[in-house]
């Protein structure tokens, strides 16, 4: 079945902790996204990417990086400078970025400990 | 202002109603118009898309734009518990690869 898988669906960060939040995807598409939903507030996009090796920053990338060595991977960190961390992270593909509909994973939680 | 404006809800109708969400959107350079529906902790579904404006139809589900007056609205027929869930509508389209997100309307179908 093709379709985009997140991992862990829980993670606990303590304070000080950089956590990575992994997502594959195994619909060839060349873009990927992160987002963060927060109740009442939508989809904030975090970072995306259109190819391999390039990424740009969304609205709300303090705090995080990503990287995009395979197509198929667009790893998320949550680093310590994020000082407000918990939120829903969704990850997203598409076949390019041009206003394509996204597709996404079932999500991580992440809470502070 | 925000780019696309969408009522949280909750909207609590009994079962075989016909629902009506909407989102209305301030840049009128947006083209494409989506429709994505997500349970409870899970991701968005996309139900869905459509380009400029017009009507499009899908079993229960229908989507239309009014690109007149920057409104877009997603009806569902003969509505069951099942379609118990958050709707967020997206658009894009203005040259930028991003697209613009809905805060999302709760739908409660009550049995």
């Known amino acids: 079945d093709g379709g985009i898988t997140q991992s862990p669906k829980y993670l606990f960060r303590k304070e000080g902790q950089n956590v990575t939040l992994s997502c594959e995807q195994n619909?060839?598409?060349?873009?990927m996204y992160w987002y963060r939903q927060d109740p009442g507030q939508g989809l904030r996009l975090i970072y995306y990417?259109?190819?391999?090796?390039?990424?740009q920053k969304g609205d709300i990338a303090e705090g995080y990086s990503v990287s995009r060595e395979k197509k198929e991977s667009f790893p998320l960190t949550v680093t310590s400078a994020q000082k407000n961390p918990t939120a829903f992270y969704l990850c997203?593909?598409?076949?390019?970025?041009?206003?394509?509909?996204?597709?996404f994973g079932d999500g991580t939680r992440l809470s502070i400990l | 202002q925000k780019e696309v404006e969408q009522d949280p809800g909750p909207l609590s109708v009994p079962e075989g109603a016909i629902v009506s969400l909407n989102c209305t959107y301030s840049?009128?350079?947006?083209?494409?118009f989506m429709w994505y529906r997500q349970y409870s902790r899970k991701g968005p579904e996309l139900l869905m898309y459509?380009?400029s404006s017009g009507n499009k139809e899908d079993g229960r589900f229908t989507a239309q734009v009014d690109k007149s007056s920057k409104y877009i609205s997603l009806f569902i027929r003969d509505s069951q518990p099942s379609d118990s869930a958050t709707y967020l509508c997206?658009?894009?389209?203005?040259?930028?690869?991003?697209?613009?997100w809905g805060a999302g309307t709760k739908l409660i179908i009550k049995p």
């Open positions: 997203a593909s598409s076949w390019d970025s041009e206003n394509q509909p996204q597709h």
């Open positions: 619909l060839n598409h060349d873009a």
């Open positions: 990417s259109q190819i391999v090796n390039d990424f």
């Open positions: 840049n009128s350079a947006f083209q494409y």
């Open positions: 459509t380009y």
């Open positions: 997206a658009t894009g389209g203005d040259s930028n690869y991003q697209l613009i």
